[in-house]
């Protein structure tokens, strides 16, 4: 990271001067070597402004030289044979000679694919992801075709390293987890974004966009389905960073990215979600060590701040509003003063790293806690979610924080009394519906179309079977719902099953029947079912309770997730935030003792 630092700084005094080290005399014309008299003069005098040693400046000096004749071999190679040169992010255990960034030829009319397995040739590394401008590209589309340049910048991922016959087994499988597991999130909550309410959440949850007090956001229907899943694919990545697990959980955070940006930007304005998002994408790529390698990273931080700015207000007067308090929050903003702190240093604008590590150092002192105080709430029986929550809301006083706690716990059992009175009512008013003859599945459809609305419903289902009769196919129920409801008029379900087999299951036209029939389906209109009925409907039952189960466990699999806690995102230990904050303090004090 200092590399980086000093290497900034020289490239703005190179700019300045107007000096161009790949050109004479700072680079021979025959062999393309340094100049070694004129670049260890530039070196003193560099050092001397820039207040690093002379040896640091002048490897610095020799590593932009080395790039830009690099580039410059580069883009003639381009012009002349279309062989582009790409600039690769390297992760740790394969880089040659320790070096972070590699120099790769290729044709960009190839596949990502192709590109892979000549890197895997290359380096050893089977198993990758590529990453430009912070978007993963897709292995089988042509590298040209997903704006791929020459010089472009690109971050490799390792998905695993097989070492050995049965690493590799694992490896491949493991591969094969990471994938399905990025399938199934998106799948379980793909369901879950279909689904409107309308069925018994005991046994068919749904997912509901609430604003911080957990009343619902009405929102148009494809654009809710985008928010659901982006905040899904949010939390599964959010999970994995909890376990270190950086890889994995940058691939989820970029899906939900991809998901965020398929709403409109009046509802991303209105929600932090958004923001929370751009930091933990970020954090990922300060932990796999590809900050100064990526161009969004500032973007990013930028969205992240401005998100901030229009949810919470100037003065976060907005946040004070609805949720009384500030102090959770705070930790959303050291991460990203502490992030643009980063930011800057690598681009050589150490005044600017510092100012922001002062913000970052005001808001730690007050967000670490004492311990003392955690534990007295402990003992209190809070957990020590709860415990850290409550203290950072409440400024570490820890009377307001045992009230603020309790609070928080009533508001939420009224909550949840809430929903068990609206799910008690309904189940009320369904039976209601199903007493009148009406199917379960169709009375809770009615109900939710009319908002809960009884009288509303009878009249949407009265009007419904008014239509059926007049021709127009009734709702698509089951075969035994059908059963029920004609058998509830008095019918015997024999004669019922034999007239609805008659007419295909219309329930109108059924009904008609044994009205003009006594009840009975006469002799003359009876046929044996064709022989092929019976063998098929039992794959069809089976096909469908087999979809049915496996949309269950999709569903289950991804609602383990999501915490139960709605300010699980605020809880953060600040122990690798601690870590960062004192290598950023070494670097600056260095420089500031180097300047003396």
Request: aromatic share 6%; proline share 3%; with cysteine.
């Given at each position: 990271?200092?590399?980086q630092?000093?290497?900034?700084?020289?490239?703005?005094?190179?700019?300045?001067?107007?000096?161009?080290?790949?050109?004479?005399?700072?680079?021979?014309?025959?062999?393309?070597?340094?100049?070694?008299?004129?670049?260890?003069?530039?070196?003193?005098?560099?050092?001397?402004l820039?207040?690093?040693?002379?040896?640091?400046?002048?490897?610095?000096?020799?590593?932009?030289?080395?790039?830009?004749?690099?580039?410059?071999?580069?883009?003639?190679?381009?012009?002349?044979?279309?062989?582009?040169?790409?600039?690769?992010?390297?992760?740790?255990?394969?880089?040659?000679d320790?070096?972070?960034?590699?120099?790769?030829?290729?044709?960009?009319?190839?596949?990502t694919?192709?590109?892979?397995?000549?890197?895997?040739?290359?380096?050893?590394?089977?198993?990758?992801?590529?990453?430009l401008?912070?978007?993963?590209?897709?292995?089988?589309?042509?590298?040209?075709?997903?704006?791929?340049?020459?010089?472009?910048?690109?971050?490799?991922?390792?998905?695993?390293?097989?070492?050995g016959?049965?690493?590799?087994?694992?490896a491949?499988?493991?591969?094969?987890?990471?994938?399905?597991?990025?399938?199934?999130?998106?799948?379980?909550?793909?369901?879950?974004?279909?689904?409107?309410?309308?069925e018994?959440?005991?046994?068919?949850?749904?997912?509901?966009?609430?604003?911080?007090?957990?009343?619902?956001i009405?929102?148009?229907?494809?654009?809710?389905?985008?928010?659901?899943?982006?905040?899904?694919?949010?939390?599964?990545?959010?999970?994995?960073?909890?376990?270190?697990?950086?890889?994995?959980?940058?691939?989820?955070?970029?899906?939900?990215?991809?998901?965020?940006?398929?709403?409109g930007?009046?509802?991303?304005?209105?929600v932090?979600?958004?923001?929370?998002?751009?930091?933990?994408?970020?954090w990922?790529?300060?932990?796999?060590?590809?900050?100064?390698?990526?161009?969004?990273?500032?973007q990013?931080?930028?969205?992240?701040?401005?998100?901030?700015?229009?949810?919470?207000?100037?003065?976060?007067?907005?946040?004070?509003?609805?949720?009384?308090?500030?102090?959770?929050?705070?930790?959303?903003f050291?991460?990203?003063?502490?992030?643009?702190?980063l930011?800057?240093?690598?681009?050589?604008?150490?005044?600017?790293?510092?100012k922001?590590?002062?913000?970052?150092?005001?808001?730690?002192?007050?967000?670490?806690?004492?311990?003392?105080?955690?534990?007295?709430?402990?003992?209190?029986?809070?957990?020590?979610?709860?415990?850290?929550?409550?203290?950072?809301?409440?400024?570490?006083?820890v009377?307001?924080?045992?009230?603020?706690?309790?609070q928080?716990?009533?508001?939420?059992?009224?909550?949840?009394?809430?929903?068990?009175?609206?799910?008690?009512?309904?189940?009320?008013?369904?039976?209601?519906?199903?007493?009148?003859?009406?199917?379960?599945?169709?009375?809770?459809?009615?109900?939710?179309?009319?908002?809960?609305?009884?009288?509303e419903?009878?009249?949407?289902?009265?009007?419904?079977?008014?239509?059926?009769?007049?021709?127009?196919?009734?709702?698509?129920?089951?075969?035994?719902?059908?059963v029920?409801?004609?058998?509830?008029?008095?019918?015997?379900?024999?004669?019922?099953?034999?007239?609805?087999?008659?007419?295909?299951?219309?329930?109108?036209?059924?009904?008609?029947?044994?009205?003009?029939?006594?009840?009975?389906?006469?002799?003359?209109?009876?046929?044996?079912?064709?022989?092929?009925?019976?063998?098929?409907?039992?794959?069809?039952?089976?096909?469908?309770?087999?979809?049915?189960?496996?949309?269950?466990?999709?569903?289950?699999?991804?609602?383990?997730?999501?915490?139960?806690?709605?300010?699980d995102?605020?809880?953060?230990?600040?122990?690798?935030?601690?870590?960062?904050?004192?290598?950023?303090?070494?670097?600056?004090?260095?420089?500031?003792?180097?300047?003396?």
């Amino acid at each position: 990271m200092a590399e980086q630092h000093i290497q900034s700084k020289l490239v703005a005094l190179l700019k300045q001067e107007k000096i161009q080290l790949w050109n004479p005399p700072f680079t021979t014309t025959d062999a393309n070597e340094a100049g070694r008299e004129h670049m260890q003069e530039l070196a003193v005098r560099y050092s001397q402004l820039v207040g690093f040693p002379m040896v640091d400046v002048e490897v610095a000096l020799e590593n932009i030289r080395s790039q830009a004749v690099k580039k410059g071999k580069g883009n003639k190679t381009y012009r002349e044979t279309n062989v582009a040169t790409l600039e690769l992010k390297l992760p740790k255990g394969i880089r040659k000679d320790n070096k972070k960034i590699h120099y790769f030829e290729t044709k960009l009319d190839i596949t990502t694919q192709d590109l892979m397995n000549k890197i895997t040739g290359e380096f050893d590394l089977k198993y990758m992801k590529l990453i430009l401008d912070g978007k993963a590209l897709s292995p089988d589309e042509r590298l040209d075709e997903q704006n791929v340049r020459n010089n472009s910048r690109i971050m490799i991922l390792k998905v695993s390293e097989p070492e050995g016959k049965k690493a590799m087994v694992e490896a491949e499988e493991k591969k094969r987890l990471q994938k399905e597991s990025l399938q199934r999130t998106q799948k379980g909550f793909q369901i879950l974004s279909e689904r409107d309410g309308s069925e018994d959440p005991a046994t068919t949850p749904f997912l509901e966009i609430a604003d911080q007090k957990g009343n619902p956001i009405q929102i148009p229907l494809a654009e809710k389905k985008a928010l659901i899943l982006a905040m899904g694919c949010h939390e599964k990545g959010r999970a994995l960073m909890k376990r270190k697990e950086y890889d994995a959980a940058l691939c989820h955070l970029l899906l939900a990215d991809e998901q965020f940006n398929k709403c409109g930007s009046a509802l991303l304005n209105t929600v932090d979600n958004y923001a929370v998002l751009q930091l933990d994408i970020v954090w990922c790529y300060r932990a796999l060590e590809a900050l100064p390698y990526l161009n969004d990273c500032k973007q990013r931080l930028q969205k992240a701040e401005a998100c901030f700015l229009k949810c919470y207000g100037e003065k976060q007067q907005r946040l004070q509003q609805i949720k009384g308090n500030t102090g959770g929050e705070e930790v959303l903003f050291l991460r990203l003063y502490l992030l643009q702190s980063l930011l800057a240093y690598l681009n050589g604008s150490e005044n600017d790293a510092a100012k922001k590590l002062e913000k970052v150092e005001d808001l730690y002192s007050h967000l670490c806690l004492d311990p003392e105080k955690m534990t007295q709430l402990m003992s209190m029986g809070f957990s020590e979610q709860e415990t850290r929550l409550g203290l950072r809301a409440c400024r570490g006083n820890v009377e307001e924080a045992a009230l603020h706690i309790s609070q928080r716990r009533n508001e939420r059992e009224e909550t949840k009394q809430r929903e068990r009175e609206k799910r008690r009512r309904r189940l009320e008013s369904i039976n209601t519906l199903v007493e009148l003859g009406y199917s379960k599945k169709v009375a809770a459809k009615a109900l939710h179309e009319t908002g809960g609305d009884l009288d509303e419903a009878y009249r949407l289902l009265l009007d419904s079977s008014e239509a059926s009769s007049s021709g127009m196919s009734q709702p698509d129920t089951d075969r035994q719902t059908k059963v029920d409801q004609m058998a509830y008029l008095g019918f015997q379900r024999e004669a019922v099953e034999a007239a609805l087999r008659l007419v295909g299951d219309d329930v109108a036209q059924a009904t008609q029947i044994l009205l003009d029939n006594q009840g009975q389906v006469p002799p003359e209109l009876l046929s044996p079912s064709p022989p092929s009925s019976s063998s098929e409907e039992p794959s069809t039952s089976d096909s469908t309770a087999s979809g049915s189960s496996l949309d269950a466990d999709l569903v289950n699999e991804v609602l383990e997730d999501i915490p139960r806690h709605e300010e699980d995102y605020l809880d953060v230990t600040l122990e690798e935030e601690s870590e960062l904050i004192a290598l950023m303090k070494s670097y600056l004090e260095r420089r500031s003792t180097s300047s003396t």
